[in-house]
T-cell receptor, first 113, second 115 residues
């Protein structure tokens, strides 16, 4: 069964450094998403992406964040200058269309020191 | 805004015990309600859903009934197995009321089932 994959599974970085989290969505899906979950808190929506542009974003998704689909398979989330409070689990998801079920990846655990 | 509240975990049960994980919601309209499950090392998977009041979603022996009068969507299973150990997330989406198809999640409830 096709699945969403994410790399790396864990990343440790120093405050102020840039990180790029990578995702490979399911190949025939058109909508892509990033969510995050700070330890002990809710899963929060960050951004959705369709047709090579952001279709929806939350208040969390500020200028520190950017997303890109650099080629036909990868979907990336970049955090330009990480802060301690960016430490969280980051989930990527994809769906065939916006009202259809989203399929989630296993997550990348980011720790900012 | 819309929100989901679910019981804190971990919930620890013996195999074959009855499971209830409570979930209540706040929404302006008539949302669709979901339960997702995350097994260790895997992504969130849709477990079941219900799209209108009194609907019952069911899958893999799990059930949840959309109760509009109590704004609840409690997850139940009659007899849990060790393989049900996972984190369970309640969620809603409310596109019909000017909201979005993006689900709003609860914090997740960890279930641990002992042999």
């Amino acid at each position: 069964e096709p699945e969403v994959t994410q790399t790396p599974s864990h990343q440790v970085t120093q405050m102020g450094q840039e990180v790029i989290l990578r995702c490979v969505p399911i190949s025939n899906h058109l909508y892509f998403y990033w969510y995050r979950q700070i330890l002990g808190q809710k899963v929060e929506f960050l951004v959705s992406f369709y047709n090579n542009e952001i279709s929806e974003k939350s208040e969390i998704f500020d200028d520190q964040f950017s997303v890109e689909r650099p080629d036909g398979s990868n979907f990336t989330l970049k955090i330009r200058s990480t802060k301690l409070e960016d430490s969280a689990m980051y989930f990527c998801a994809s769906s065939p269309d916006r009202e259809e079920t989203q399929y989630f990846g296993p997550g990348t655990r980011l720790l900012v020191l | 805004g819309d929100s989901v509240t679910q019981m804190e975990g971990p919930v620890t049960l013996s195999e074959e015990a009855f499971l209830t994980i409570n979930c209540t919601y706040t929404a302006t309209g008539y949302p669709s309600l979901f339960w997702y499950v995350q097994y260790p090392g895997e992504g969130l998977q849709l477990l079941l859903k219900a799209t209108k009041a009194d609907d019952k979603g069911s899958n893999k022996g799990f059930e949840a009934t959309y109760r509009k009068e109590t704004t609840s969507f409690h997850l139940e299973k009659g007899s849990v197995q060790v393989s049900d150990s996972a984190v369970y997330f309640c969620a809603l989406s409310d596109p019909a009321s000017g909201g979005s198809y993006i689900p709003t999640f609860g914090r997740g409830t960890s279930l641990i089932v002992h042999p």
